[in-house]
């Protein structure tokens, strides 16, 4: 398996590596990869997580429901 190393790393961000890899109970190559992997590899998108995202922000922000006849009034609304 091919390897990669990194030089010049700021002391900061080698402490972070180092605390996120111990929280999630990894090394610091596997924390590295981890976090190589995130921002490379797409995301598999979870319809029910999603979903459940969408309903708690709705909630918080007090959004009315997109009913049909909400949709038409707003359509409706400036026009003569």
């Not at 990669?4 to 961000?13: A, R, Y």
């Not at 080698?14 to 109970?25: D, T, V």
């Not at 190589?36 to 995202?53: G, N, S, T, W």
């Not at 959004?63 to 003569?80: H, M, N, S, Y």
Request: hydrophobic content about 40%.
């Amino acid at each position: 398996m091919p390897s990669m190393t990194l030089k010049n790393i700021p002391e900061e961000l080698l402490e972070r590596i180092r605390a996120r890899a111990q929280a999630n109970r990894r090394s610091v190559n596997g924390e590295v990869l981890h976090l190589i992997e995130a921002a490379v590899l797409p995301q598999r998108a979870e319809p029910e997580a999603m979903l459940e995202k969408i309903r708690k922000a709705r909630r918080t922000l007090r959004v009315p429901a997109l009913t049909d006849r909400f949709l038409k009034a707003a359509k409706a609304e400036g026009r003569p």
